[in-house]
């Protein structure tokens, strides 16, 4: 039976990924709020609390206060954005480089006995009918049988090289995260020490210490979050990499295995 196509597939998990992220989201800022609404209706029912226990809330809301401030809406927005898209890519290459979508074993073992048993046309109706990496290899050198074994073989390395770019065209947007996200943290770092110097600058007096902790602050929590964004990127890209490499050349060996008793069968004049 025919699978669904993997274009469909991967940007309906791209839009549960999305909607898995804004669902995150949500549950942060929910996560946060209902404490703080919690202290404030057991303050209005008890009017009691120990002077500890409200500096320790104070100091709880005007952290994340402070957070969000420093990161402001300039730079939030941007990182938001970028965290969106790297979970729906990283999702989306996940699935991409599954064994089975890539060279499903089971595609093979059909194959080989559709071969074994001289049922080449059904063998090439089961390779073109299956929309995975070694599906399309196989579909496209056994559509080149009658033109010689070297045909085949070319016809399966082009196939080959031009699925396998598609695949590392996918890969290369989650390194371009990891490259642009210290980037957009550096550009913060940058906005916040100007912040800071332009406060000295245009102060008539020794500005005070609260008055620079804005744009330090800004400085840091961009670059903060810029690195939190990259370092997982930078690895994520690497690792998937590495399996479509190995993927790759597993789908190579064993196209090449199936269509080696072919070998000497001369071309059709």
Known sequence: ???FSSGGRLRAVAM??????WGAAAFSTISFAVPSAAVAQEDEATDESSSESDTETASGKSALAWFVGALSWEFGIPFLAISFWFVALL??????????TVCPPQLAELMEAHLNEKRYQEAFDLAKSDDSFLGMVLAAGMAKL???Y??????????GADEGMKMEQKL????????????VGLLGTVYG???????????????????????ISTALITTLVGLG?????????????????????????????LMARFENIPAKK
Do not use: W, Y
């Open 229 to 257: 964004l990259a370092i997982p990127a930078v690895g994520a890209f690497t690792f998937l990499k590495n399996r479509l490499n190995r993927l790759m050349l597993e789908t190579g060996m064993i196209a090449s295995n």
């Open 172 to 183: 290369g947007h989650i390194a371009l995260i990891g490259t642009i996200s210290p980037m």
């Open 146 to 148: 009658q033109n010689g």
């Open 193 to 215: 020490m100007v912040l800071s110097f332009s406060k000295i600058e245009t102060s008539g007096a020794t500005p005070s210490a609260q008055e620079l902790a804005g744009g």
């Open 150 to 159: 070297g045909k085949v073989v070319e016809a399966m390395e082009e196939v």
């Open 16 to 21: 549960l990924a999305l909607m898995f992220a």
């Open 91 to 100: 999702v989306m290459c996940i699935l991409m480089l599954r064994r089975d």
């Open 1 to 3: 039976m025919r699978r």
